[in-house]
């Protein structure tokens, strides 16, 4: 025998001694599966298998006092099912009938061959392999349906052309408020419960599962004349051996609190976005007068004063541009696309004034991203180079293995305050808004990067912008 761990207690039962103890070396050569225990009399095997968790019986017919078939009818009384072989040395049709009536699982005739154990050891192991099997697809099938009972989803499979329900669990009554005995009787009578506008949407996604393709829907159900609710339902092809379509399944749940809360959050958006507009356009007009008279005033008098007012007017607008574009667009990002980063920043100072600043782009690579919504990030940073370092700043890009970075030759942000300069109110600058950085940070996290604010090579303030997918 090799080191396989022996799985079935196979309990052999024969007045003769030695006649037992071949059985039961014969069958553990037969298979390293067997851990074998002997009786010589039923009452001794009653005693075994009443202290012993034993997969199988076999058994001699012709013994004294008490014989193989009372063995046997003790054992059924107790256990309808567990594999009992009986293994006699006289076969006889009466004997056979008699242990058939009795409920043996199995008869075999003794032949006086090493043959025959290889014979058993197929029997047996047949007979409790699929006793274990059952027992497992049984508890299987016990778990799935409490977990079925107790799901707040309605759990459904039907034939692949949904004319006959082969599962459905309580949860559609609740659900649907319909009757699954009815279901059962006319299987598409779900339908009637669906709301009339979204039952062609309904049968077209029917259609296309049925056709093999996987769907998800969201409709609304009449569950009674007062309640309309939205639910949300997945279906998926069930196929066989062969690649066809032969069910149907999936579930279908609730959602009517979260359909509510997205209009809510839709309505309130577009509040946002007409407040927005309308106080930029407020606020603009009044600015437009402050500039032209402060920029008259400048024409006609020489004061510091004026043109710190002129600053000041010019600050208040970048600022109703970034708070308008930032609750209208918010910080969503579209269809990504692969991008050479040098060709973005090219196109990002564009949008900055640099004057004496520089920009050298050391090394390049191709990013997936959302296009004008990196140029957005870069555009922020240089101006925030600018206003922070000075119009002189010499501004580098390069990359880094999993993303890039920009760094200035600037003074730098203080080691304590850089886990804050991406809130919305942060800013060192006398004309800073607070909004440019914060910006970046979001549409960097929509790409589901990470941006930090680090010391730069000589000194100055470097961002690091990491989790990039590039191709170099």
């Not at 202290?51 to 046997?72: F, Q």
Request: hydrophobic share 40%; with cysteine.
């Amino acid at each position: 025998m090799n080191d396989t761990i022996s799985d079935v207690l196979v309990l052999c039962v024969d007045d003769d001694a030695e006649l037992v103890s071949l059985l039961a070396g014969g069958l553990e050569r037969e298979s390293d599966r067997f851990d074998v225990m002997t009786a010589t009399n039923v009452d001794a095997a009653l005693e075994t298998y009443r202290t012993t968790d034993v997969d199988c019986i076999v058994s001699d017919y012709h013994m004294p006092a008490r014989n193989g078939v009372e063995l046997l009818e003790v054992v059924r009384a107790h256990d309808p099912k567990l594999p009992f072989v009986m293994y006699t040395r006289t076969g006889s049709e009466a004997v056979a009938s008699e242990s058939i009536r009795a409920g043996v699982t199995d008869y075999v005739v003794r032949r006086a061959t090493d043959e025959q154990y290889g014979l058993l050891t197929e029997r047996i192991l047949t007979h409790v392999d699929g006793r274990r099997s059952e027992r497992q697809a049984s508890r299987t099938d016990r778990t799935l349906r409490a977990l079925s009972a107790a799901a707040d989803e309605v759990l459904f499979m039907f034939s692949a052309d949904w004319s006959e329900l082969q599962f459905i669990n309580d949860a559609y009554e609740t659900v649907f408020g319909g009757s699954v005995d009815r279901l059962r009787a006319a299987p598409r009578s779900f339908l009637t419960h669906v709301y009339p506008e979204d039952v062609d949407r309904v049968t077209g996604a029917m259609e296309r599962v049925s056709g093999g393709h996987p769907q998800q829907i969201e409709f609304r159900i009449d569950r009674s004349a007062d309640i309309r609710i939205w639910v949300e339902s997945r279906c998926k092809p069930v196929r066989n051996g062969s690649g066809d379509v032969e069910s149907v399944a999936g579930f279908t749940r609730e959602v009517t609190e979260r359909k509510h809360r997205e209009q809510e959050l839709e309505d309130r958006n577009e509040t946002l976005d007409q407040f927005a507009a309308t106080v930029a356009h407020d606020l603009r007009n009044p600015l437009a007068v402050a500039d032209a008279k402060l920029k008259l005033a400048r024409a006609e008098t020489d004061s510091e004063h004026i043109d710190d007012g002129i600053e000041a007017v010019d600050r208040m607008s970048r600022l109703i541009d970034e708070l308008l574009a930032l609750a209208k667009e918010g910080i969503a990002i579209d269809e990504r696309s692969r991008v050479d980063l040098r060709e973005v920043v090219e196109a990002s100072i564009e949008d900055v004034i640099m004057t004496d600043a520089t920009c050298t782009v050391e090394e390049t690579a191709r990013i997936s991203c959302d296009p004008p919504r990196l140029r957005e990030v870069l555009t922020n940073l240089f101006r925030n180079a600018i206003d922070h370092a000075g119009g002189s700043v010499d501004v580098t890009v390069g990359l880094l293995d999993d993303g890039f970075y920009l760094e200035d030759d600037g003074t730098g942000i203080p080691a304590d305050e850089r886990d804050q300069v991406f809130e919305h109110s942060y800013t060192t600058a006398a004309d800073g808004t607070g909004v440019g950085l914060f910006i970046i940070e979001q549409i960097v996290d929509a790409h589901d990067w990470t941006i930090e604010a680090v010391a730069g090579t000589d000194g100055g303030a470097r961002f690091e912008v990491t989790g990039v997918d590039l191709a170099v």
